[in-house]
């Protein structure tokens, strides 16, 4: 318990455990403490707004099938949200053609481009220390890579143009 830096939540039934010998420090602590888990569902960790500014009461939780109900709705409210941003790129693309038309450029220029250059720069990389060919290798690091940029495109089905 003393290594606890974000918080200990402990879903007990404390009449249980509170007579055992062993357990006895820590159930001193734990029930000096109020018996409910206030939660501010609508705060993430990497917000910069300050407690305060909140207008939202928290969510307090009383038992472990609430947590549990709690984490689901969240977690089907999160998917959700991700499936309306999804169709929302996806709607932004038209019919797909985008995908189909970095598909043809990946298989026909993408991969053999990549594959040449790749094989360049594991020739030259050697020798960019001794005859000072960095820019060289930099390149052709970066055309290696050309395969990766067309897939990455045509996953989010990004125009050409």
């Not at 006895?24 to 500014?53: D, G, K, M």
């Not at 009383?62 to 996806?90: G, I, S």
């Not at 990946?106 to 990389?125: E, K, N, Q």
Request: glycine share 6%.
């Amino acid at each position: 318990m003393s290594r606890a830096r974000l918080g200990l939540y402990v879903f007990a039934r404390v009449s249980l455990f509170q007579n055992c010998f062993e357990l006895t420090p820590a159930f001193n602590q734990l029930t000096a403490r109020p018996p409910q888990l206030h939660i501010r569902p609508h705060e993430y960790f990497n917000q910069e707004q300050p407690r305060e500014a909140s207008k939202k009461p928290d969510h307090a939780v009383k038992d472990m099938p609430e947590m549990a109900n709690l984490v689901y709705t969240m977690y089907m409210r999160m998917m959700q949200q991700q499936q309306r941003q999804q169709q929302q790129r996806m709607a932004g693309c038209g019919s797909c053609i985008w995908a189909v038309m970095w598909l043809v450029i990946l298989l026909c220029f993408g991969w053999p481009i990549s594959i040449a250059l790749g094989g360049l720069y594991g020739l030259i990389s050697p020798l960019t220390t001794c005859v000072g060919l960095d820019r060289l290798s930099d390149l052709l690091l970066e055309g290696a890579n050309v395969g990766r940029k067309c897939a990455q495109n045509m996953r989010h089905c990004k125009p050409l143009c």
